[in-house]
């Protein structure tokens, strides 16, 4: 993230919050700390190894972290099912003037999340996704990418690096295809 300060690149909105981040349950409360420790507390050591199906271990209440300013139970600052992401009006916000989505590995099926490639194509802009396979909201994109993600936006970048110095199109594939093949780079013109 240093880098993406340095060239003044705003930090993402991790609109699902940072596992790393460990958050007071108390409402009244604004204690927020990092905390890279695996696990978290002593108590929970071994809980990440449990099988599906396994026996669950006992965690006494009294072992769980606690708030250092109020005493309450801590928690990852993550938003769990049920809960609204954080930021999300500024997200919404963005979606409404943004030229270019990028949506990478998920089903879109949770609201408010997957409303927005919808909204930024709704003034005009694109929306490119990344996934192992067509899902919800596929309709809405210009671009498809079909794979795993960590490969296929590895390759896309790097295409896009290639030949964004030499072509005139910014490395962007020239016929607008609205869903490229699986597996391809691009719609496979030779003018492409």
Known sequence: MKDLQETNVPY????HGRLFDVVC???????????????????????????AGGPEPVVRRSDLPRCPKCSQLCRPGVVWFGERPHR???IMQLADEADLCIIVGTSAVVQPASKIGGRVKAHGGKVAMFNVELGNHADEADFVF???????????????EEKAPSSGN??????QTEVERPGALNCGRQSC
């Open 12 to 15: 993402p909105i991790e609109m």
């Open 25 to 51: 349950t108390a409402h009244d409360c604004d204690f927020r700390e990092t905390n890279y420790d695996s696990p978290i507390c002593p108590a929970l050591k071994g809980t990440e190894l449990i099988e």
């Open 88 to 90: 999300i009006h500024e």
């Open 146 to 160: 079909l794979g795993p993600c960590e490969e296929r936006l590895v390759e896309v970048f790097s295409i896009y």
């Open 170 to 175: 910014g490395g962007r594939c020239g016929c």
